[in-house]
């Protein structure tokens, strides 16, 4: 029998992460794959436990700036659609109306949101034995200890940080199982390999050169009015 785990990534972060990549592999700037982290993660945690593990769901946390001038929130929708259509994410998405003190508030919500998905997914019987978080931030240690309670497992994914950072949620205690895996110790694996092809707009058939994996393509000038049709 395998284990069954859940991945809950938080997706500002991981955001934020990918300057380390990048530094890691001497890049300026690349795109993660996605489809494939979850995934890449499992296998690593299947081969420190020697026993099969099987990805039950993959939780991904994110907020959308609603009131910012000048920001086109079209690009971020496109990507919280391709996360959940084309790799399969549960994407929890929050709108939060940008005030003074955004970026603070964006990260409680996505914590706080993280935390009650997971003590909710330790609660249920049969649905999780790992759960598996991307996330270096120490408010969700308490979550952790409790799932731990529970009888479950958890894994840590991080990076190494070369800037002097106040304390990760790996450097608390109780909170994990095994040893933090380390993104940029997977930079190679976890960069996007792919070709730009010509596409056809979904909606008005013009062809444009993309990167874009998903499964329908908007055209540059369709993409923001997409969602209203
Ligand atoms: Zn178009």
Redesign the pocket.
Same mark, same amino acid.
């Given at each position: 029998m395998s284990e069954k785990a859940i991945v809950f990534i938080d997706g500002s972060w991981l955001y934020k992460c990918r300057s380390i990549l990048f530094s890691k592999l001497g890049e300026e700037n690349f795109e993660i794959d996605y489809a494939k982290l979850p995934r890449l993660i499992c296998e690593d945690v299947a081969n420190s436990l020697d026993e099969d593990v099987s990805l039950v769901r993959t939780m991904y946390f994110g907020t959308i700036p609603t009131a910012r001038t000048g920001f086109n929130t079209a690009k971020q929708y496109s990507f919280y659609d391709f996360l959940e259509k084309s790799c399969g994410y549960d994407t929890n998405i929050h709108e939060v109306d940008v005030g003074g003190d955004d970026n603070r508030m964006a990260g409680s919500w996505v914590n706080v949101s993280l935390a009650t998905n997971l003590v909710y997914y330790a609660a249920l019987p049969n649905v999780m034995d790992i759960a598996i978080i991307v996330s270096d931030d120490p408010d969700l240690a308490p979550a952790l200890r409790r799932v731990r309670s529970l009888g479950k497992r958890v894994q840590l994914v991080e990076a190494h940080s070369s800037a002097a950072t106040p304390a990760t949620l790996s450097s608390c205690r109780r909170i994990d199982d095994f040893p933090t895996i380390y993104l940029d110790d997977h930079a190679a694996d976890v960069k996007l390999i792919r070709e730009r092809i010509t596409r056809t %707009?979904?909606?008005?058939?013009?062809e444009?050169e993309t990167t874009w994996a998903g499964t329908d393509f908007?055209?540059s000038? %369709?993409r923001g009015r997409h969602r209203n049709v």
């Open positions: %707009c979904k909606l008005c058939g013009r444009e908007y055209c000038q %369709c």
